[in-house]
Each structure stands twice: as structure tokens, then as C-alpha cells.
């Protein structure tokens, strides 16, 4: 996401920690990717007084930004020791700079739609989270800029997002990668317009684009409106020392099985 499109955001991070109501955690690490300034994280620092915040912050986000919003969310946040890197690094290597079995919560707001292959993502979340662990995330589905579609001019090609995964389908991806009980829900939110140029920005932002300034000349029937397809989902990392099922068989890793020993008297 860019500047223009940093209030859709902070409403849907708040959106997920709404949903996150219901879920018992007690979270001594967490995720964010991507990690940004906003009103929202309040609300995060209330929900995990006491968690250490390791980021992978939004590029074109700078490091003082994030701080600063932290310090005035929670300020013991930013005594504890925590992790940060960039989205470039995270893109570049595929890999969240973080130990394995290391994190408790993996929080995602709107970042699957711009991967390519959201399963690698799902492989490296699977990897930092302990075992009880959350993924918690949110991604535009398909119907994003549904109206969109119809419109034709030189200067305006529309750009279906680079993940068209819809709800169903991240939802078996997220059994095939082993998690556990994955719930998933999606929403349509609707953007009105007054005027051509925001319908543009916010189109571009949104990586839907990459209109010109003569696209909003060039169609008389420009929609006043665009519609977000919202997919929400959550689900845990359990049996994590079970070797990947073959056959309806789940195999245990032999170091993974204690022995008690039995004390003779001398």
C-alpha cells in the first residue's frame, strides 16, 4: 500500500483486532507485516500490554514513523528487544529474519493480494510460530475493482491483483500448509467518489492501475465507485512436531518423544 491508501489500512487492522475478540492469546511475541504508523495500534498495544513487537515495516515508512507512533501507543514496547526489517528485504529473500518456532502471533493486514504465491508466505509463518501459535490476516479478493473491468482506453489497462485467491481458496491452502482450524469470512466495502482524480489515485495505489493524467478525459463513464473485497482469516499452528501427514498418517519426529527413566535403590 502507499500514502493514499494508508486509511484503509489502519480501518481494517482495526476491523481484524475486533475479530481477534473472541480468540485467547497471550502473545509474548508478535509479527506485523506489514508494520505501520496509524491510529490502530493503540488498540494492538491495549490487546498485548506485554508482547514483544517484531516488524517488517511498509516501505516508504520511516523507522522514526513507526517509533514514534509505538512511544505514544504503549511506550514499554520500546524497551523490550524486538526485531525490525524492511518489506524490500522480506520480498527480496522470501524469509522473516526471525528464528523458528520464535513468534506467537503472525499479524498480516492486506499484504497477500500483492504475492505472487501467498503459499510461501503460509510456509514461512508456519516456520516463526511456536507451536499454539496465531496467524491472523486480512487480503483483497478477487472483486476488488470489479467495475473497473468494462473501462478501455489507451492510457487505463486494468490489473487484475497478483494473488486472485479467493476466501475458499486460501482456506485450503492454509490445511495444506498444516494449520488448524482456519475460519475465514469476507466483506465488500464500497468507495464513493466525488471526483475522477481520488477514483485514480486510490486505483493506483491499490496496484489495480497505473492511470495516466489523461485517463479521467479519455472515459466519459468513469465509475463514482470501487468496490474492496475484504477476506478476513485466522488459524493456528498445532502439532507442529508431527512430520507432514502422508496417506491419513502423521508421523512424530523420534527426538520429539520423551522416555521417563525408572530409579533403582542401590
Given at each position: 500500500m502507499t500514502q493514499p491508501?494508508?486509511?484503509?489500512q489502519d480501518e481494517i487492522a482495526d476491523r481484524m483486532l475486533q475479530k481477534l475478540d473472541i480468540v485467547k492469546l497471550d502473545a509474548k511475541d508478535v509479527l506485523v507485516i506489514p508494520d505501520f504508523s496509524g491510529k490502530h495500534f493503540s488498540s494492538f498495544a491495549k490487546r498485548f500490554p506485554k508482547a514483544r513487537i517484531h516488524s517488517i515495516t511498509e516501505e516508504g515508512l520511516s523507522s522514526f514513523q513507526l517509533w514514534r507512533t509505538k512511544v505514544f501507543a504503549n511506550w514499554r514496547s520500546c524497551l523490550r528487544t524486538s526485531r525490525t526489517n524492511s518489506m524490500a528485504?522480506?520480498?527480496?529473500?522470501?524469509?522473516?529474519?526471525?528464528?523458528?518456532h520464535s513468534v506467537d502471533l503472525v499479524f498480516s493486514d492486506l499484504l497477500l493480494q500483492d504475492l505472487a504465491d501467498p503459499k510461501y508466505f503460509l510456509q514461512e509463518c508456519w516456520r516463526v510460530?511456536?507451536?499454539?501459535?496465531?496467524?491472523?490476516?486480512s487480503y483483497l479478493g478477487p472483486d476488488t475493482g470489479k467495475e473497473l473491468r468494462p473501462l478501455q482506453a489507451p492510457s487505463f489497462q486494468f490489473k487484475n491483483l497478483l494473488s486472485p485467491w479467493d476466501m475458499h481458496?486460501?482456506?485450503?491452502?492454509?490445511m495444506a500448509e498444516r494449520f488448524s482450524d482456519p475460519v475465514m469470512d469476507m466483506e465488500l466495502l464500497t468507495l464513493d467518489y466525488e471526483k475522477p482524480a481520488l477514483l485514480m489515485a486510490d486505483v493506483q495505489a491499490l496496484k489495480l492501475a497505473n492511470p495516466t493524467a489523461n485517463t479521467e478525459h479519455e472515459i466519459a463513464d468513469l465509475p463514482q465507485k470501487l468496490t474492496l473485497e475484504v477476506v478476513y482469516g485466522h488459524?493456528?499452528?498445532l502439532g507442529k512436531y508431527l512430520a507432514k501427514a502422508e496417506d491419513s498418517v502423521a508421523y512424530i519426529d523420534v527426538n520429539q518423544?520423551?522416555?521417563?527413566?525408572?530409579?533403582y535403590p542401590a
Open positions: 491508501i494508508r486509511w484503509l528485504d522480506y520480498l527480496n529473500t522470501g524469509k522473516f529474519d526471525l528464528p523458528d510460530l511456536r507451536e499454539g501459535g496465531l496467524i491472523a490476516f481458496d486460501m482456506g485450503d491452502a492454509l488459524a493456528w499452528a518423544i520423551g522416555r521417563k527413566t525408572r530409579q
